[in-house]
T-cell receptor
Framework: DAGVTQSPTHLIKTRGQHVTLRCSPI?????VSWYQQVLGQGPQFIFQ???????GRGNFPDRFSARQFPNYSSELNVNALLLGDSALYLC?????????FGPGTRLLVL | QKEVEQNSGPLSVPEGAIASLNCTYS??????FFWYRQYSGKSPELIMS????GDKEDGRFTAQLNKASQYVSLLIRDSQPSDSATYLC???????????FGTGTSLTVIP
């Protein structure tokens, strides 16, 4: 079975631009969560979606938004990028309580 | 106070030794506890989950949970150089599945 997939793998943007990151969960998983991981830190929770509904939101500004589609894939959008948004963005899909991570998208904001 | 705290290390152990990784959490209502391993430049991969007090063993790995002390640990027996990675402790609260991660402990196993 395929694991969690994310695209793109790497991305370079400039300040003020917008970015869309994509995630496909493991087949059969209906919940998707997004995390931001900056170097030297643990992942920080951004959003969780279950059955297309937002189930939780972390302490991130409104520039961050997400949605989940009927096939349970998900998008994370970040507007007005700042240098501090440079990080590894992780998507995790879950069944019950265990979360399985995708390979991540490494975003660099210049 | 951080939700989940771990010693950042680095922790160095010789090959074949036992590596002991520790984690404390602040919310007494926390329900589920997880250990993930993260190699440099890669995403976290699940090692073990534990939900009730006591020990849980899986191969060379043993997770220990003490809810009264709000403490979770991971023991790695017969440590191998391939175990060299950052180990992340994650905790979920009573309501919902939001994971709270510690900053991770860097482990180096010396051949």
């Amino acid at each position: 079975d395929a694991g969690v997939t994310q695209s793109p793998t790497h991305l370079i943007k400039t300040r003020g631009q917008h970015v869309t990151l994509r995630c496909s969960p493991i087949s059969g998983h209906k919940s998707v969560s997004w995390y931001q991981q900056v170097l030297g830190q643990g992942p920080q929770f951004i959003f969780q979606y279950y059955e297309k509904e937002e189930r939780g939101r972390g302490n991130f500004p409104d520039r961050f938004s997400a949605r989940q589609f009927p096939n349970y894939s998900s998008e994370l959008n970040v507007n007005a990028l700042l240098l501090g948004d440079s990080a590894l963005y992780l998507c995790a899909s879950s069944i019950q309580e265990t979360q399985y991570f995708g390979p991540g998208t490494r975003l660099l904001v210049l | 106070q951080k939700e989940v705290e771990q010693n950042s290390g680095p922790l160095s152990v010789p090959e074949g030794a036992i590596a002991s990784l520790n984690c404390t959490y602040s919310d007494r209502g926390s329900q589920s506890f997880f250990w993930y391993r993260q190699y440099s430049g890669k995403s976290p991969e699940l090692i073990m989950s534990i939900y009730s007090n006591g020990d849980k063993e899986d191969g060379r790995f043993t997770a220990q949970l003490n809810k009264a002390s709000q403490y979770v640990s991971l023991l790695i027996r017969d440590s191998q150089p391939s175990d060299s990675a950052t180990y992340l402790c994650a905790v979920t609260r009573l309501a919902g599945n939001q994971f709270y991660f510690g900053t991770g402990t860097s482990l180096t196993v010396i051949p």
